[in-house]
T-cell receptor, first 114, second 113 residues
Framework: DAGITQSPRHKVTETGTPVTLRCHQT?????MYWYRQDPGHGLRLIHY???????DKGEVSDGYSVSRSKTEDFLLTLESATSSQTSVYFC?????????????FGPGTRLLVL | QQQVKQSPQSLIVQKGGISIINCAYE??????FPWYQQFPGKGPALLIA?????SEKKEGRFTISFNKSAKQFSLHIMDSQPGDSATYFC????????????FGKGTLLTVNP
């Protein structure tokens, strides 16, 4: 998984609870992405980062926030989890040095919101 | 608005057969078209990709065919093997962004032995 780890790998939480997912990379890639994967929807971009402290919204950003204080870490926070946020979350990385268009994905975090 | 439409949703092929997955796009500014392969419990991994200046790209048993005028591209898996059983996603990139991928909804391929 291209030097990408995600934690936790599995999480069960209750509606209304804050949740933070972590993506850590050892590749020193500049760009990092958070996607969610749901049956029948493929992969949808939530937020992305193009550098430390530089982030922007993707197509399904409502209810999510992100932070990137170090090159290697990209955090995704669900401020108040809802059942509609039950999903598998993937982090991805890319870099201009190796081709921004080629994204490498982490192993995913499976989140269940009860 | 779904910008990349993928079909079929699922596909069953016998070992040794040809698997064909199709994608159509709407944005003519897209200029990079990758296919990702995903095994259960794993993240997607880049399989093969093509740019619109060529009509076909082949890597081993995997071939992308690209039809710019029809705004369609397809993945062909020759001599399909049970180990090819996975979910396949097409994607597109471009149109003002060189890093935002737009994915199709995926095709679950099952290759029977």
């Amino acid at each position: 998984d291209a030097g990408i780890t995600q934690s936790p790998r599995h999480k069960v939480t209750e509606t209304g609870t804050p949740v933070t997912l972590r993506c850590h990379q050892t590749e020193n890639h500049r760009y990092m992405y958070w996607y969610r994967q749901d049956p029948g929807h493929g992969l949808r971009l939530i937020h992305y980062s193009y550098g430390v402290k530089d982030t922007d919204k993707g197509e399904v950003s409502d209810g999510y926030s992100v932070s990137r204080s170090k090159t290697e870490d990209f955090l995704l926070t669900l401020e108040s989890a809802t059942s509609s946020q039950t999903s598998v979350y993937f982090c991805a990385i890319s870099d201009p040095r190796t081709g921004l268009e080629t994204q490498y994905f982490g192993p995913g975090t499976r989140l269940l919101v009860l | 608005q779904q910008q990349v439409k993928q079909s079929p949703q699922s596909l069953i092929v016998q070992k040794g057969g040809i698997s064909i997955i199709n994608c159509a796009y709407e944005n003519t500014a897209f200029d990079y078209f990758p296919w990702y392969q995903q095994f259960p419990g794993k993240g997607p991994a880049l399989l093969i990709a093509i740019r619109p200046d060529v009509s076909e790209k082949k890597e081993g048993r995997f071939t992308i065919s690209f039809n710019k005028s029809a705004k369609q591209f397809s993945l062909h898996i020759m001599d399909s093997q049970p180990g090819d059983s996975a979910t396949y996603f097409c994607a597109a990139l471009g149109g003002g962004s060189n890093y935002k991928l737009t994915f199709g909804k995926g095709t679950l391929l099952t290759v029977n032995p």
